[in-house]
């Protein structure tokens, strides 16, 4: 990486503990970055010093962290129309550089939900140093928390679960999308069997985007306490 780049990145650091970063500055800041750079890049802005290791304790089912890469981020935002008016869920956000990229890129208010407890202190540590207010992640088993998430209207999932698993979530995400409309967005994973979602058109082969198809009812007052100041 260029030594610019790093410069670029201690930069936005600085811009954003001042609130001093939209989503357009953003995309000007990455713009000037190599593709082949971005992910070094992504990391630098969030100056994690060192990820924790995997707990050799992760439940049946579960899947070590494994990082994103920022391209098919970008795409994945890109084909579920990610606005600012949305919230975006990060289902095993790890140390939360997805869901840094979402916010940083569309505005959106992001929530992370992470089984290992100390990548969630790690992520939410330095969302907190950066002044993103609007940025929580949660500890918790995602297939069984997903109910109390019901803010969401884009659901990122990145190989975060299969079988009995993967099904709970899906349930839950089912009563979601009983009362509004919602997006899930998966990467690299199998095709979702649920009569209930709509797979759109794929740009990307890694990416796939579905739309639920319930019907929209009245939104449940209230919220959750996990994220009302959306």
Not at 48 to 64: A, F, K, S
Not at 148 to 153: A, H, L, N
Not at 183 to 197: K, T
Not at 204 to 211: G, I, M, Q, T
Request: glycine share 6%.
């Amino acid at each position: 990486m260029q030594p610019t780049f790093r410069t670029t990145a201690a930069r936005l650091r600085s811009d954003l503990r001042d609130h001093r970063v939209t989503p357009a500055s953003f995309a000007a800041a990455l713009e000037a970055v190599a593709p082949e750079d971005r992910d070094e890049w992504l990391d630098l802005v969030w100056d994690i010093d060192e990820i924790p290791p995997d707990d050799p304790t992760l439940p049946r089912g579960c899947v070590p962290y494994l990082p994103c890469a920022v391209a098919t981020v970008l795409d994945a935002l890109e084909q579920a129309a990610v606005t600012r008016d949305d919230v975006f869920v990060d289902v095993g956000c790890g140390a939360g550089r997805a869901a840094l990229l979402a916010h940083l890129k569309t505005g959106a208010p992001c929530i992370g939900l992470e089984i290992q407890p100390p990548l969630v202190r790690t992520a939410q540590a330095r969302a907190d140093w950066l002044g993103l207010g609007r940025m929580r992640f949660l500890e918790g088993d995602a297939a069984a928390m997903i109910r109390y998430v019901p803010m969401g209207t884009v659901y990122f999932l990145y190989c975060p679960f299969g079988g009995e698993r993967l099904r709970r979530l899906l349930d839950g995400l089912a009563d979601i999308a009983r009362t509004r409309p919602i997006r899930v967005c998966c990467i690299d994973m199998p095709l979702l069997e649920a009569p209930w979602l709509t797979r759109m058109a794929a740009a990307s082969s890694r990416v796939d985007v579905y739309r639920s198809d319930a019907p929209d009812v009245a939104r449940p007052s209230g919220g959750s306490a996990a994220y009302q100041d959306c």
